[in-house]
């Protein structure tokens, strides 16, 4: 083996081991908030209309069903959604309305009640709430952010013949609801395909779980996830359907107007 | 009553039919939805049933023409009276433009950031002989109105166009020997019942809002010529008889609401111009009245601390240039108290309200509680209960049931 030929594999060799070599990333290369990072910056549209189907599910089998019709848009610096209830009867008509800033600003929040016929701005530091009776808090729903945690990977393994990171999220704030969380996140992907919600006592106290994801309009999505809270016995499974990404709606979407007349 | 009713049963089937007819063809069928309610309400004090009743209620919408039609027939029997009633409780035609929407026909309208306490929120009048009441809106009459939103952005600006007065529903004979009390008139004078007004344009009503929804605070501005929705006794001095009329309120008035982390903060403030009172002071003012400006305000706050939700709310009203025989105090202040739960995903709602009103040293304790037994069957059951002072209620508590179908 000639001298130049030695020089480049022993330089491949110490290159992968540092993590320089671009081929293949492996846990030495990435961090457990690069991954998260990754995952919260995955391109989603900067609009998205979707129909949201809840089944909850107690431990005796019944089941409730609540169905909601949703949209949300980027404008720049703030992030617009408005949620309209279609069913159960009891809340068809209500909507809700978020804004949020990509600056540390609180959200905005209002909801619409039929029976009193006013919007109602309401305060949004009620993120641990569970999202109508469901296993879902509204952070789960996808009102956190990346700061709010601090990441570790943990392992690389497989799951469901997926290859998967493996990441600890540990709260920032003290008294949280979860003292962490377990993410298996799809390599190259950077969608959850498993989460693991531990309480303040850091028992075991959700598994979420996505049970099937596909492209639409070149993005992943997940259609099908189930919450498990292993603690009560109690599932909350949401289907999705009607996803559209970068759709032609306005900011006349996100008022007062579209809050009271629906749908 | 009869004819009442008759006219009503017409109303409705006609309105029926013609959903049923424009309905034929067209791609978007209509929405129906219906609900059973068995409502009764026992009155503590007199040992009694005040109410047992049966409604059963429907909720029809359907896309005609270029709008949508919105119904909703109201079947009520009730067993204490052992007398039944149909009426279009709420019935319109909505018309959507680009920046502009119109809804023409019978319905309810909510202004302010006032929760269970009125301050600019005049448009539909109260009904209070329904007691004890489930939801805050049913203690209110729907209207027959034109409404007009025009689209400015984000903010909203409403005209509201009432053609034909209608007055609060309320237990007359209860006001009258109030009145009387204060005026000091005797026990038997007569006391005839208020003119209704004549359904001309002049007697119509009109209200204007502007309202903003913002990243930092949202609030309306408000302006209406009202009609005061109770009349005001005006004594005959030469015969002494007392008669009953309606006098115009215009107002202007506005509201704001904006949270800081877990706290709402909600203000509100309504100028009445030229309220008429009665005063007893019979050689200045021989018919008994005089007219007053009024300024009442409302501040509130909701806090929320894990699965509580809490709501404090004061309310003040002013007499302005108060003269001291009007028989209304020249302040009257109330405040609300609201601490509210849910338990079991929601399906359980419980709160609990009190209600103080400081001149009257009267303190109500309003607990309810709500459990969805199933998304078709809910079970609402509260007591209205004065821990405190002198009332014009009794204690009482209910019972409803509703079927959702």
Known sequence: MKLMQ?????????????????????????????????????????????????????????????????????????????????????????????????????????????ALRKVKRISAENRSDNFMGSDFTYDDL??????????????????????????????????????????????????????????REGKLLKVLENKEYKEVDGILTIFNSEMH???????????????????DVTEDMFTERMMKRGL | MFMKRKIGIITVTALLLLVLVAGQGLARP????????????????????????????????KDIGPGELYLNPLITYNFEVDEGDIELKEGYYDLYFNKFDLRL???????????????????????????PVVE?????????????????????????WIPEFKAAVFDQGIFSDSIKDKLNLPGNIKINPAEKLE?????????????????????????????????????????????????????VGGSISTARGPFVFRGETAYMIGKYFNIRKFTEYPDGTVQRDILKWLFGIDYTRGDYLYSLQFLQEAVLDYEENIIQDEFSNTATLLIKRDFLRSTLSTELNFY??????????????????????????????????????????????????
């Open chain 2, 105 to 131: 026909g019978k319905q309810r309208v909510t202004w302010g950031k006032a929760d269970g306490l009125i301050v600019t929120n005049l448009i539909n009048p109260p009904d209070l002989k329904h007691y």
């Open chain 1, 142 to 199: 996808g009102d956190r952010n990346l700061n709010e945690d601090k990441h570790q990977l943990l392992r690389e393994e497989e799951l469901k013949g997926e290859e998967c990171y493996v990441i600890k999220s540990v709260p920032v704030e003290e008294d949280y609801i979860y003292s962490r969380t377990v993410t298996w996140v799809i390599k190259d992907k950077w969608i959850g395909l498993k989460k693991e919600f531990y309480d």
């Open chain 1, 229 to 247: 809270n292993v603690q009560s016995d109690h599932r909350t499974r949401i289907q999705l359907s009607n996803v559209s990404y970068n759709i």
């Open chain 2, 199 to 251: 359904s001309k344009l002049e007697n119509s009503e009109v209200a204007v809002r502007y309202s903003s929804l913002g990243s930092k605070y949202d609030y309306e501005l408000a302006a209406a010529y009202l009609w005061d929705d109770r009349p005001t006794m005006h004594i005959n001095p030469a015969t002494m008889k007392v008669s009953q009329h309606y006098h115009r309120l215009p107002l």
């Open chain 1, 6 to 114: 030695k020089l480049t594999i022993l330089f491949l060799l110490i290159s992968l081991l540092a993590g320089i070599y671009p081929g293949v990333i492996t846990a030495a290369d990435i961090t457990g908030r690069e991954i998260m990072e990754k995952v919260y910056n995955r391109t989603e549209g900067d609009s998205r209309q979707s129909r949201l189907k809840m089944v909850l599910i107690n431990k005796f089998g019944d089941e409730r069903i609540r169905e909601i019709e949703q949209y949300e848009k980027s404008f720049g610096q703030i992030e617009k959604k408005i949620m309209f209830f279609i069913s159960p009867q009891d809340v068809r008509g209500t909507s809700f309305m978020n804004w949020s800033y990509v600056d540390k600003r609180s959200d905005d929040q209002w909801i619409y009640l039929p």
């Open chain 2, 30 to 61: 209509a929405y129906v939805a219906g609900k059973l309610t068995n409502y009764i309400s026992y009155n503590l004090d007199e040992d009694s049933n005040s109410d047992l009743s049966l409604a059963l209620d429907f909720e029809i919408e």
């Open chain 2, 136 to 160: 805050y809106g049913d203690q209110f009459q729907n209207i027959n109105a034109a409404r007009a939103n025009i689209y400015l952005g984000a903010d909203n600006l409403e005209v509201i």
């Open chain 2, 356 to 405: 103080y009103a400081l001149a009257q040293e009267e303190l109500w304790a309003k607990p309810r509680i709500s459990y969805d037994y199933s998304d078709r069957v809910n079970i609402k059951a509260g007591l209205d209960y004065a821990l405190e002072g002198g009332r014009m209620r009794d204690n009482a508590l209910f019972l409803q049931t509703e079927f959702l179908f």
